[in-house]
C-alpha cells in the first residue's frame, strides 16, 4: 500500500520554466491538498479539492495551476516559475470530512528555481 | 488564516515538560496536532474535535478551547525522539485546512 506518492522527489528548474508536480494516493480519498513549505512560514495552503473535477485556491495560489481529472490524482502546475517559488512542496490526502480524520502526506518535492 | 503557533522554538532538557500554544482568528470545527522530523513529511499526532476536549497519546495530550479557538498541546516527561517541529492544523469553513507556523522542540539530553 503505497499512500501518497509524489513525484518528482527533487527538481532544478530555470526562471520562467513550466513544470508538474504529481500526487497520486490510493487510498480513495476524497480530499486532497497541495501545500509549499519555506523555512519559518510553516506549511501553507495552495491549492485543494474536495472531489474529482474540483479544485479551490487556499492561501497562496498564485503562479500556481492544479487539476483533479481523476481521483486519485491532484497535479500542480507552474506554468512560468520564478525564484519566489523555490520551496519544498508536500501532497496530503484526508478521506470524506475534513473532521473526521488525519491528512496523509507524500514524501515532499523539492523544488529550485534558479 | 494561517494560526499562530507560540512559542516559536524551544529546548529542553529530557525529562522537562512543554507546552506548545496554537491560537486561530476563526471560528474553529477540529484541530489537528502533527510532528515532523527534519526531511521527512509530517505525522498525526492528534484531532481534536469538540470544544473543551482533551486527547493523549503516550505522555503528549492536547486541549482544544472552542470559544477562544485555541488549542494547547502538552508533552510531559520529555524524550530524545519529542524533537522536531509541531504544527497545529485547522479547518474552519469551506474545506480548507491550515497550518500553523510550527515550533521548533528540541531535547537534549
Known amino acids: 500500500n503505497a499512500g501518497v506518492t509524489q513525484t518528482p522527489k527533487f527538481r532544478v528548474l530555470k526562471t520562467g520554466q513550466s513544470m508538474t508536480l504529481l500526487c497520486a494516493q490510493d487510498m480513495n480519498h476524497e480530499y486532497m491538498y497541495w501545500y509549499r513549505q519555506d523555512p519559518g512560514m510553516g506549511l501553507r495552503l495552495i491549492h485543494y479539492?474536495?472531489?474529482?473535477?474540483?479544485?479551490a485556491k487556499g492561501e497562496v495560489p498564485d503562479g500556481y495551476n492544479v487539476s483533479r481529472l481523476k481521483k486519485q490524482n491532484f497535479l500542480l502546475g507552474l506554468e512560468s516559475a520564478a525564484p519566489s517559488q523555490t520551496s519544498v512542496y508536500f501532497c496530503a490526502s484526508q478521506r470524506l470530512g475534513a473532521n473526521t480524520g488525519e491528512l496523509f502526506f507524500g514524501e515532499g518535492s523539492r523544488l529550485t528555481v534558479l | 488564516q494561517q494560526p499562530v503557533q507560540s512559542p516559536q522554538a524551544v529546548i529542553l532538557r529530557e525529562g522537562e515538560d512543554a507546552v506548545i500554544n496554537c491560537s486561530s482568528s476563526k471560528a474553529l470545527y477540529s484541530v489537528h496536532w502533527y510532528r515532523q522530523k527534519h526531511g521527512e513529511a509530517p505525522v498525526f499526532l492528534m484531532i481534536l474535535l469538540k470544544g473543551g476536549e482533551q486527547k493523549g497519546h503516550d505522555k503528549i495530550s492536547a486541549s482544544f478551547n472552542e470559544k477562544k479557538q485555541q488549542s494547547s498541546l502538552y508533552l510531559t516527561a520529555s524524550q530524545l525522539s519529542y524533537s522536531g517541529t509541531y504544527f497545529c492544523g485547522t479547518e474552519n469553513t469551506g474545506n480548507q485546512f491550515y497550518f500553523g507556523t510550527g515550533t521548533s522542540l528540541t531535547v537534549i539530553p
Open positions: 479539492s474536495v472531489g474529482e473535477g474540483t479544485t
